[in-house]
């Protein structure tokens, strides 16, 4: 087996990112927007989260911290040009696993 063939067998590592308390009605109201297009089944709506700086390698998810804990998750579709582009469903996680806002993104497992 060839290095590269370990490298593609890597499994990708998830991260977390801290929604800012002067961001989270804007998002709140996008994530409410989002559901009701869903629901009228409205299909290839496109989201994102922008960073500055992206993960070496793609995440499988995205998780969202704020208020003190990581309440949600995103699955990654892909990411470029300063964007994680993500599947539009929100996926809860129950219960909210504890953790301080910090700028920027950590690598993250729900296993901690």
């Given at each position: 087996?060839?290095?590269?063939?370990?490298?593609?067998?890597?499994?990708?590592?998830?991260?977390?990112?801290?929604?800012?308390?002067?961001?989270?009605?804007?998002?709140?109201?996008?994530?409410?927007?989002?559901?009701?297009?869903?629901?009228?089944?409205?299909?290839?709506?496109?989201?994102?989260?922008?960073?500055?700086?992206?993960?070496?390698?793609?995440?499988?998810?995205?998780y969202f911290c704020w208020d003190?804990?990581?309440?949600?998750?995103?699955d990654v579709m892909g990411m470029?040009?300063?964007?994680?582009?993500?599947?539009?469903?929100?996926?809860?996680?129950?219960?909210?696993?504890?953790?301080?806002?910090?700028?920027?993104?950590?690598?993250?497992?729900?296993?901690?």
């Amino acid at each position: 087996m060839k290095l590269a063939d370990v490298y593609q067998l890597r499994e990708s590592r998830d991260i977390v990112v801290t929604i800012p308390k002067g961001k989270l009605a804007e998002v709140e109201a996008e994530e409410a927007d989002v559901d009701r297009r869903l629901s009228s089944g409205e299909t290839g709506i496109t989201y994102y989260w922008a960073m500055g700086r992206l993960p070496k390698e793609q995440p499988r998810r995205i998780y969202f911290c704020w208020d003190g804990a990581v309440r949600a998750y995103h699955d990654v579709m892909g990411m470029g040009a300063g964007r994680v582009h993500m599947a539009p469903q929100v996926n809860p996680v129950d219960p909210p696993r504890p953790m301080e806002s910090f700028r920027g993104y950590r690598y993250y497992s729900e296993d901690r």
